[in-house]
């Protein structure tokens, strides 16, 4: 049994925790080692401070004031009424601190994710404006080649009428259309192709309205924030020839 | 009811050799059965003497734990209104004190945790306006004898300040208290090789922090 092995087993052989067989060994290694002999006796000496730990001397009037605490909460709660003891059974655990901070946290996670959801659902969905957003950069792409209002390339009475109307600007899916039959047929083929899909929307307009011979006006479009109301700016680049292709 | 209690009525084991179950065919632990049966049966007299003949171990132990005069104060209460609540629960062959220092130490645990810091406040007889220090000083023929106590008292509190609450348990109820390991463990709700283990750490470390604080003294005996 050497030192360091002897060491540790001091401070529990001191205090007679050892066992019989390791506690003779120590006793016998203490014999003939002056090291841990020392070592042995400042753990008695430990020991003997230990007793030293006591509290201050207490009153008896400090007894009796526990003791009448003690026994007036023991009356106040035996004379409380049922009803008040069953609830502070039930919710008692509730009124902790712990368990009032995790239900504070509980109930703003909640409102959070409330906000998140209503927030979400009153703004347009992505799709819609990333729709209006292809349908403003496609018309501005495809303004060269030109886009008229007109639904046929053919020249026709329709035809001119509608080329008026695509040289104003006006709104274009809502109540204020204008009162021209092959306008309301293209609004009503743009609303049914809306419904469909925004790409093809915006490719059927623009073929629907080519024409190879006449100058292609500016046509801008703009999504708003409601989706269902869409800014169609429409301008000739020539109202002389605008009025000619009417005319003709 | 009764607020004084009627010296010599019941005597209690209450010395450290004297500790015995409650089923030991003994006046004592008799008349302490007695008293938890008239104490269930309703009779608050009887439980007014159960405190009696308790309240200074349980203050004590607190004050150990807890290091303040106040503190201490709330915890003894909070533990005997926890072993009226509680005395159904109590088995009749079990050690009463072993039982009583199982609930003192769940007191203290929850009053350490309310409070991070264990603040330690000990009477020094050199301190200003300890009246009841000054007054033993006085009268101690043996004044050299006192202050080396009171010295060596400073120096245990210190000590024992720096011990982890399990440790600063299991060191009171073995050396202060006299239980054996396995009672130790019992009432600690842990193991005989866990409580020897916290017991030997506990014993280095206060033995280590003694080395320190007199070297830094220049002195070299506890």
């Known amino acids: 049994m050497n030192c360091e092995y002897v060491d540790q087993l001091l401070p529990l052989y001191i205090g007679r925790d050892l066992e019989a067989e390791r506690s003779a060994l120590v006793a016998a290694h203490l014999q003939s080692c002056p090291q841990c002999a020392r070592a042995a006796g400042e753990y008695e000496g430990v020991n003997g401070l230990l007793q030293e730990f006591e509290p201050p001397l207490f009153s008896d009037a400090i007894y009796r004031g526990i003791r009448r605490q003690v026994l007036n909460e023991i009356e106040r709660t035996s004379q409380a009424p049922a009803w008040s003891s069953m609830l502070s059974r039930l919710f008692g655990p509730l009124v902790q601190p712990r368990a009032i901070a995790i239900t504070a946290a509980v109930l703003l996670a909640t409102l959070i994710a409330a906000s998140y959801f209503v927030i979400q659902r009153s703004q347009p969905s992505r799709e819609q404006v990333a729709e209006g957003r292809r349908a403003v950069e496609l018309n501005a792409n495809s303004s060269n080649a030109g886009v008229q209002s007109n639904p046929q390339p053919s020249s026709s009475p329709s035809d001119r009428s509608s080329e008026k109307a695509s040289s104003r600007p006006g709104v274009v899916g809502s109540k204020r259309l204008p009162r021209r039959e092959t306008s309301v047929v293209a609004v009503a083929q743009r609303r049914e192709l809306r419904s469909r899909t925004p790409v093809a929307r915006v490719e059927t307009s623009a073929n629907v309205f080519q024409t190879p011979s006449a100058p292609a006006p500016l046509r801008v479009e703009m999504q708003t924030s409601d989706p269902k109301i869409r800014i169609i700016w429409l301008s000739d680049r020539s109202q002389t020839g605008a009025k000619d292709a009417s005319k003709g | ?222």
């Open chain 2, 1 to 222: 009811m009764s607020t004084e209690a009627t010296s010599g009525a019941y005597d209690f084991a209450v010395a450290r050799e004297e500790r015995l179950p409650v089923n030991a065919l003994t006046q004592q632990q008799t008349s302490l059965a007695l008293l938890i049966e008239s104490a269930l049966a309703g009779d608050m007299a009887a439980f007014e003497q159960i405190m009696i003949h308790s309240e200074q171990k349980v203050m004590r132990m607190t004050w150990r734990m807890l290091g303040n005069e106040a503190d201490a104060r709330d915890a003894t209460q909070e533990v005997f209104l926890r072993v009226y609540k509680y005395l159904g629960q109590f088995k009749r062959d079990q050690d009463f004190f072993a039982w009583l220092y199982q609930i003192t130490l769940n007191v203290c645990r929850s009053m350490s945790k309310k409070r991070r810091n264990y603040s330690v406040q000990f009477t020094s007889i050199d301190a200003g306006g300890n009246e009841e220090g000054l007054e033993m000083f006085a009268q101690t023929p043996d004044v050299e004898e006192t202050l080396i106590r009171a010295q060596k008292r400073e120096l245990i509190v210190r000590a024992m300040a720096t011990l982890p609450e399990k440790e600063r348990a299991a060191i009171l109820l073995r050396d202060l208290e006299g239980f054996e390991t396995d009672e130790v463990a019992r009432i600690m709700s842990s193991t005989s090789t866990t409580v020897r283990s916290q017991i030997s750490s506990a014993r280095k470390k206060i033995k280590l922090y003694c080395e320190r604080y007199l070297k830094k003294r220049g002195a070299t005996v506890i």
